[in-house]
Every structure is written in structure tokens, then in C-alpha cells.
């Protein structure tokens, strides 16, 4: 880029101790609406990380002193800050992940400002527990105190909201932390850094370092004064994170990727079921952990549903992020782009037909947006249970559709993959919803809805999708050390 660009570009800085720091060396980041580089990120590792955390520990005696009510009020005041900014997040929401304003300014922030208040509240509620033994005359109780610096790691697909969604149970149990964004969204974690001194909240109890995986996260999770780490995001990135853990004896909580499958059984009400599959198929451009990518529809309905299903799904519009009629954004980057549309050519390849979206329907974007990484809703049929259009998580607008016979089968198929993080049962049939539900391996089952969360449960997945739960009692169990005391009178 020219000297001009460079000046129009947003560099952003790492956040250390109260204050923003410069860093050495920096990364591009891109819009993905554009192609463009738009930001430079700094490419943060060993030596900013030591800063960080050293804030961090520093900062930990007072932090951790105050009473749950002291933090409970920063807390509710940082997300009045960040309600009160929410369009500005919005947009650079938007712009930064490729997501389109309206899930930005409906779910990102708004959710983001709500994981606050959810902890700010839900800290004030906790009790410990109390056992007695009057025939060896003592009296057992349980004492919770924080455990020192989190390290937080968030990934890129909803920037904003799973970063508040770690850093508000950290702080809210009086951890101190150092959180790592993805380098491709940094821009909402940055702007939130300006709002922590307005809010009350300590230099040092919130540091943002800003890098790749391979370099600050690497140094974040291998530092010997992190005890906690929590992250989300590619299962390969959790091995790596459990590697580097195990020599620290480090406590992790990991969410993971799903292969989500939908159950849907011949009395399902269509009018219902169809908008809301399109819905947990596409929505943010299908980049969402709990997205559905597997459809098993019972045969008898197979035919109307798959018709009814492309049709709803042709509806969906791809465009401009910022234009608020587009149900489809861009996807994150060039290489995503490439990744996702391979497993529509493979599945292409094995002979599955790919009823609409990629390399069927044309995609027609507008001219500034040409060079963004667009892809329509792309819906596959005859795919067979063993391809890796089935097993592996695409995490892209793709959805792959099947028949299945009986519930036995299903339940069977479903279950057939390395994942277990959330499904969804269609069925208005009382037993079977109950029936099904319970033999799924799957950390969370919605029947007859998709993505209505109540915070207060736990929220976490099963097999390769994850270790540990997060959620009002599993975060705090997570974010505190138990001791328990016994006294004899």
C-alpha cells in the first residue's frame, strides 16, 4: 500500500496495564465485504504477552478484594457503555467480520452487553455449601475464591460476543486476564478496551493482546503464571492448547466445532420448521458453532420438504454487508472462501446433487463488492453418511439434506460423527421429542425451535466438540478454586 493508504488504514493497539501500547510488527486484516486491507493488527508474542500477564497478576490482589456487589456494578456499567455505543459496534461488526449489519445490531452487540449484565447479576447469587456432623461434632462448609490470570481466547465468527461471554465470568468472579482475539476481528475488542477506565473497571484486571495463534497465543498458553484458559474455536487449535497446558497442569475449558444435525420426523409442522432450518443452516453466513449442517428428513415428507426448504432458501439474499435487506454476508476470508467451496466440489465429485446456491445460481453482487468473499446458501442432497461433506465441519453457508426410515436409524446416524455440540428434533409427538433428545450425544438439543438460550444452562458439547460447560453455575465453578473447611467445637 502507499503512504496514503497506510494513513487511511485503522492500526490498532494492544491494550496493557490500562493503557494502549504500540507494538513492533503488525499484521493486515481485511474487509471481507471488499478484499481490502482495512487494519493493521498488531502481531503480538512472547515479550507483550509477559507484559500483559505481568499487569494482569499485578492487578489481581485489589481485583479480587472487592466484593462481588463492587464488581457487579463495573460490570453493569460496561455494558450501559456498550449499549449506549451499539451502532458504532454494529458497524464495525460488520465491517470487520463480514457479517451483515442486521445480525450485528440484532445479535453481536446486543448479546455482547447482555453477557455482561447476565454475570453482573448472576455473581450476586452463588451460595456455598454447608454440611454437618454432629456425632464427631463438626461443621463443613465451602469457601470460593478466584484463581488468579485467565487467558482468553476467542475466535473470529462472533468476535465481540464470545470474547464478553469469557471476559465477564473472568472478571465477574474476580480474575484478572489477558484475552487474545482473532487476529481477523480485532477492531470490537479494541473499541471495548477504550470503554474499561470510563467504566471502573482497574488498569491491568482487562489486557488485550492482539496476534496470531502460532505466535501470542502460543506464548499465552504455554506462560507458567496463566493457571486458566479458555478458548473457542478449531479442535486442532485445542490440541495444540492441551499440548502446550499439560506441563502447567492448567485448567481448560474448550468449546469446539460442531456437525449439528436436524431430526426431522414426518408429523414436524413444515410452516414452522422450514424458515427456522434455513435459518440455523445460513444465519451468519453459517459461521456459527451450533449451525446446522446435516438434515435428516423422514421419508415420507423427504420430497416436500427438500422442495419447500430450496425455495425458502432461494429467498435469502447475498450482498453487502451493510445493506440491511442482505440475509448473507461475506465470509471471513479468501481462504475460508476456498475451503468451504471445495467440500461443495467434492460433494459435486461423489456424485450428490447440489440443488441451489454454489456453481448453480448465479451471484450477483454489487460493484464495490466484486472482490469480497461471497458464496449463495448452498443446499446438497444424496450426500452419503460416510463423505466429508458429512463428517468434518465445513462452518460456511452449506447444509447437506438426507432421508432416513425409522427413529432407530436416525438416532444411529446422527450420532455417527466424531462431533457432539448441539441438534435440533422436529416432531409433534410428546415421547418421541423426550425419547430422541435423550440419546443424542450432544451437549445442547432444541426440539421444535433452534438458538434460544438461557444462560443460566450449561453450554458446552460432547466428544471432539469440546471439555467443560460454561454457563451461570458452570463458569463460576470454572473461574473459582472450591476449598472446603471443617471445624470441630
Not at 477506565?197 to 484486571?205: F, H, L, N, R
Not at 434455513?278 to 415420507?300: D, K, M, P, W
Not at 476456498?338 to 454489487?366: F, I
Request: proline share 6%.
Amino acid at each position: 500500500p502507499t503512504m496514503a493508504d497506510s494513513q487511511a488504514l485503522l492500526v490498532l493497539e494492544n491494550f496493557i496495564g490500562g493503557k494502549f501500547v504500540p507494538c513492533s510488527s503488525y499484521i493486515d486484516s481485511y474487509n471481507p465485504s471488499t478484499g481490502d486491507v482495512y487494519c493493521r493488527v498488531p502481531d503480538s508474542g512472547k515479550e507483550e504477552v509477559e507484559a500483559a500477564v505481568k499487569a494482569a497478576k499485578d492487578a489481581f490482589p485489589i481485583w479480587s478484594s472487592k466484593s462481588p456487589l463492587e464488581r457487579s456494578q463495573i460490570l453493569n456499567k460496561l455494558a450501559d457503555l456498550i449499549e449506549h455505543d451499539l451502532e458504532a459496534f454494529a458497524q464495525a461488526e460488520s465491517k470487520d467480520q463480514g457479517k451483515t449489519i442486521t445480525f450485528a445490531r440484532t445479535v453481536d452487540i446486543p448479546r455482547a452487553a447482555h453477557n455482561f449484565r447476565f454475570f453482573a447479576s448472576s455473581i450476586l447469587h452463588h451460595v456455598t455449601e454447608c454440611t454437618e456432623m454432629p456425632a464427631m461434632g463438626c461443621v463443613h462448609y465451602t469457601s470460593r475464591a478466584p484463581v488468579g490470570v485467565a487467558g482468553l481466547i476467542s475466535p473470529w465468527n462472533l468476535p465481540l460476543y464470545l470474547l464478553t461471554w469469557k471476559i465477564a465470568p473472568a472478571i465477574a468472579c474476580g480474575n484478572t486476564v489477558v484475552a487474545k482475539p482473532s487476529e481477523m476481528t480485532s477492531v470490537t475488542a479494541w473499541m471495548m478496551c477504550k470503554l474499561l477506565e470510563k467504566a471502573g473497571v482497574p488498569p491491568g484486571v482487562v489486557n488485550v493482546v492482539f496476534g496470531t495463534g502460532a505466535k501470542a497465543g502460543e506464548a499465552l498458553v504455554g506462560h507458567p503464571d496463566v493457571p486458566l484458559i479458555s478458548f473457542t474455536g478449531s479442535t486442532l487449535t485445542a490440541q495444540r492448547i492441551t499440548e502446550r497446558s499439560a506441563p502447567h497442569c492448567k485448567r481448560l475449558s474448550l468449546e469446539l466445532g460442531g456437525k449439528n444435525p436436524a431430526i426431522i420426523f414426518d408429523d414436524a409442522d413444515l410452516s414452522q420448521c422450514i424458515p427456522t432450518t434455513v435459518r440455523s443452516s445460513f444465519a451468519n453466513q453459517g459461521e456459527i458453532c451450533l449451525c446446522t449442517s446435516r438434515i435428516f428428513v423422514q421419508r415420507g415428507i423427504y420430497s416436500e420438504f427438500l422442495k419447500r426448504f430450496v425455495a425458502e432458501t432461494k429467498k435469502w439474499k447475498t450482498g453487502n454487508p451493510s445493506d440491511p435487506t442482505v440475509n448473507v454476508g461475506a465470509l471471513i476470508s479468501k481462504e475460508h472462501l476456498e475451503k468451504v467451496r471445495n467440500y461443495v466440489k467434492k460433494a459435486q465429485a461423489e456424485g450428490a446433487r447440489v440443488l441451489c446456491g454454489e456453481g448453480v445460481d448465479p451471484l450477483a453482487v454489487p460493484p464495490g463488492n466484486q472482490k469480497g468473499y461471497f458464496m449463495l446458501p448452498t443446499v446438497i442432497a444424496e450426500v452419503k453418511d460416510e463423505s466429508c461433506c458429512m463428517q468434518e465441519e465445513i462452518f460456511g453457508p452449506v447444509t447437506c439434506v438426507v432421508a432416513f426410515d425409522t427413529e432407530e436409524e436416525v438416532i444411529k446416524r446422527a450420532n455417527g460423527v466424531k462431533y457432539g455440540l448441539s441438534a435440533t428434533v422436529w416432531s409433534g409427538n410428546v415421547g418421541r421429542v423426550h425419547r430422541v433428545a435423550h440419546r443424542l450425544q450432544s451437549g445442547l438439543v432444541w426440539t421444535n425451535c433452534w438458538l434460544v438460550r438461557d444462560l443460566n444452562l450449561p453450554f458446552g458439547g460432547m466428544k471432539a466438540s469440546g471439555i467443560g460447560r460454561e454457563g451461570a453455575k458452570d463458569s463460576y465453578e470454572f473461574f473459582t478454586e472450591v476449598k472446603t473447611i471443617t471445624i470441630k467445637h
